[in-house]
């Protein structure tokens, strides 16, 4: 997602300093490129010999360095978003006024990109009217603030004034400066997890899935711009987006009834839940007791989501579900295409390693009701579903 962006972090004298040392290493792992500035009092906190080995660029101090000047025009030209990160007391007011006696507030004053900033300061000084002040000062001239977070504090105490987590951070980078428009002006509705069929109030009928599949395509989706509702069963994955709407359900009745109303303004619509086939004919109210040696449980077919999907859809609206196979794959994931009159089916096999419930891998191949079928290499889920949104991206612009 980082891939290419141009990102400078301004550090300035705050303790949090210490926290940029593993961002860095965060940004660049997901391929940004990372430019970083020091303020003088910043050097006390962090060393720049360890941010310029993390970042792989040199650390600017100084405005003039060794008879040269350092040029805060191009670099605040350079960057896609500057980022100030701890942002002191001290440094935010002279933010707020204008100042410019550090190279980091030269940048700043010069920058032609977005500004961040991720305060970092104790409670007393958050709360102080003169820091609320130069905030709301920093805001009206358009720059965006990170929230602190509520915690433990440098001087001991707990509170408000913490700087947010480096993941958080990058969270915060990406929703605002960096999703693509792949997907944009795009509802999509996902489904994800198993669904449990209850038979009495302690047991059910459910299956592996755990859920990660769906989860990625919806994060995937929301970072190429789409609005996303996911419909989940039970599952202990955790959306890093809040603005995905997530709605949680246990039975594929529920499952059902929720997809009913959301599928009908959706644009895309992608069925990864494994939703159980079965549910118990009768639920006992109470605890069934283990008196017989056998028990023999009488169940019927839950509704086809999918299927009964397929036969409202439109000719604008483009519909995926999944296939878990064990034998005959193609065969099996081609007649589901058509019997649920999908637009494309992704296929899973149980016979590949590493691959399905639980792994953090999946091999998929895509069958499209052109009869076209695309196979892809076993991959991390996190791309399994980037390759699952470009391909239907692809088809739709096609259209
Ligand atoms: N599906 C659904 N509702 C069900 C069962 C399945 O919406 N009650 C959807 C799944 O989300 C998936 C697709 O149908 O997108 C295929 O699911 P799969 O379990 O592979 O196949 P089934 O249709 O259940 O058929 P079978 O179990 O016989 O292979």
Redesign the pocket.
Known sequence: MLHGKKIIIGITGSIAAYKIIYLVRLLVKQEAEVKIIMTPAAKEFVAPIVLSTLSKNKVYIDLVEENSWANHVALGRWADVFLIAPLSCNTLAKMANGICDNLLLAVYLSATCPVVVAPAMDEDMWHHPTTKKNLDTIKKIGNSIIPVDNGELASGLFGEGRMAEPASIITYLIENFFRGTNLKNKKVLI?AGPTYEPIDPVRFIGNHSSGKMGFAIAEQAYLQGADVTLVSGPTHEQLNYNSIKLIKVTT?NE??AACLKIFKHSDITI???????YQSKEISSKKVKKKQAEWDLKLK?????????GKQKKKSQFL??????TENEIE?AAQ?LKN?N?DA??LNSLNDTNSCFGFDTNKITILYKDGTTSIFELKNKQYVAKDIISFISDKIHEK
């Open positions: 489904t594929a499952m059902y069925m990864s839940a494994a939703v159980a086939d077919k839950t509704t086809d989501i999918l299927f009964q999907l995926v579900g999944f296939a878990l196979e099996n589901k649920k999908a089916i992704i």
